[in-house]
């Protein structure tokens, strides 16, 4: 449900992303001629209320609990209608994503949404100067004047370890003010799901000029954990958290059982998609959570969840996470690399699974072979790690022994 995010949680992005494509209800719509389909989008707008919201950090601004994450696809202007229609008004986008033109399109289209949208997007800086640079250039691909929020995609390792300094630096710090001041983006800050982002968030507590993080993020963190003290201080700070990429990897027909196991989710009546959201959302430090809805379906049904959300009692979600971890899963948002310790190798094991997840759940083949092509030698041969040792390390128990062979065939 969704960091690249290819972006973030996909209620299948925490699960099994599209490959079912689009239900009977949608089918309909789009079987339908062209014209009374989009009567039907409009008349839809004009009955349906607007998503809860929450005040992002400091900023008070009030953000969709649900936001929409996009990425590149040919049905994406339909998309941006229907979301909006169902009261989302919080777009996710990114140079990387290919998703810029077509919301451009959609707001040149719709010129009244765009003073109530609020729109993120992201790009890949290495110094604070590109970072000034590269805003102008995503406002130019939006079409726009200014966004509501800009940030350092991915912040990470990758970047250097001289990253970790980043957020409570003097000179990002310069950066930050100096786009806010100019008035092309009212939040700056960074999307995180390296395997220090534990260090990465607390490093911006302490800088204390970060606006806003989007970081990997599950809903059943252990009270003691790095990250969730992180998250705590950030929160202490004012800045404002946005969850992304959850959990993913699992198909809906295996998912189907999972009510059965929840009390909660039979007595809602809420599929375990729907019941990850409201577990996410029990977390009060999280402003929004981000969710790359390929379909109407996933749009009508995470809308309904936010509308009728309830807070989760920590008992209902531990149910809830063991009988999703049972089902098997192929992205353990909870890694912070202890999988690649405890089996003894130098290779990023975590990410290989998550950019497996890219390929086989969200339908982002080519963006997934890209980041794995971009990986190191050393990060990518797993062929020394002790896997059952890795797997007994795995707080989600991905079973590498299965998953680490098929990034091999589909990434290589």
């Known amino acids: 449900m969704s960091d690249t995010n290819p972006n973030a949680l996909d209620r299948r992005e925490w699960m099994k992303a599209s490959a079912t494509g689009v239900t009977v209800g949608a089918a309909t719509l789009t079987a339908t001629h062209p014209a009374i389909a989009q009567e039907k989008e409009a008349d839809a ?13 400091r900023s008070g601004i009030p953000v969709s609990m649900l936001n929409l994450g996009t990425f590149r696809n040919p049905g994406l202007d339909r998309l941006l209608r229907f979301s909006f229609a169902n009261g989302i008004r919080y777009i996710d986008t990114a140079k990387s994503y290919g998703s810029e033109p077509a919301i451009a399109r959609w707001l040149k289209d719709n010129p009244g949404a765009r003073k109530d949208i609020f729109l993120v997007t992201k790009d890949h800086p290495n110094t604070p100067e590109q970072l000034i640079a590269q805003l102008d250039q995503r406002l130019e691909a939006l079409q726009t004047d200014y966004l509501d929020l800009f940030f350092i ?12 300094e980043w957020p409570k630096s003097k000179e990002w710090k310069e950066a930050f003010e100096k786009i806010k001041k100019s008035g092309k983006a009212k939040l700056v800050g960074f999307s995180c799901h390296d395997q220090k982002r534990a260090e990465f968030l607390q490093a911006a507590a302490e800088g204390g000029f970060v606006d806003a993080i989007m970081v990997q993020y599950t809903p059943w963190l252990d009270k003691d954990a790095p990250l969730n003290r992180a998250l705590d201080a950030c929160h202490k ?28 989710l039979k007595d809602k009546k809420l599929s375990a998609y729907q ?8 977390d009060e430090r999280i402003s929004s959570c981000c969710v790359s809805m390929r379909n109407t379906d996933q749009i009508r049904e995470n809308a309904h969840a936010v509308k009728t959300y309830e807070p989760m009692k920590m008992a209902d979600i531990h149910q809830l996470r063991d009988a999703v971890v049972k089902c098997g899963l ?13 089996g003894g190798t130098k290779a990023r094991i975590g990410d290989l699974t998550r950019l497996l997840t890219y390929h086989d759940n969200f339908g982002f083949r080519s963006e997934a072979r890209r980041q794995y092509s971009e990986m190191d030698a050393v990060s990518r041969d797993w062929s020394d790690a002790d896997l059952a040792a890795a797997e007994a390390a795995c707080p989600n128990r991905l079973k590498f022994s299965s998953l680490l062979p098929r990034v091999d065939r ?3």
Not at 153 to 164: A, P, R, W
Not at 238 to 246: R, Y
Not at 330 to 342: E, I, K, V, Y
């Open 153 to 164: 995609h991915g912040i990470g390792t990758d970047y250097g370890y001289g990253s970790l």
């Open 275 to 282: 019941g990850l959201l409201h577990a996410i959302w029990s």
């Open 45 to 57: 707008a004009k009955a349906s209320s607007t998503v809860p919201t929450r005040p992002l950090g």
């Open 330 to 342: 192929t992205l353990c948002a909870d890694c912070t690399g202890q999988c690649s310790r405890a």
């Open 410 to 412: 589909c990434l290589s």
């Open 237 to 264: 700070a004012g800045i404002g958290l946005i969850s992304m990429k959850q959990v993913a990897g699992v198909g809906d027909t295996v998912l189907d059982d999972v009510p059965k196991h929840v009390p909660y």
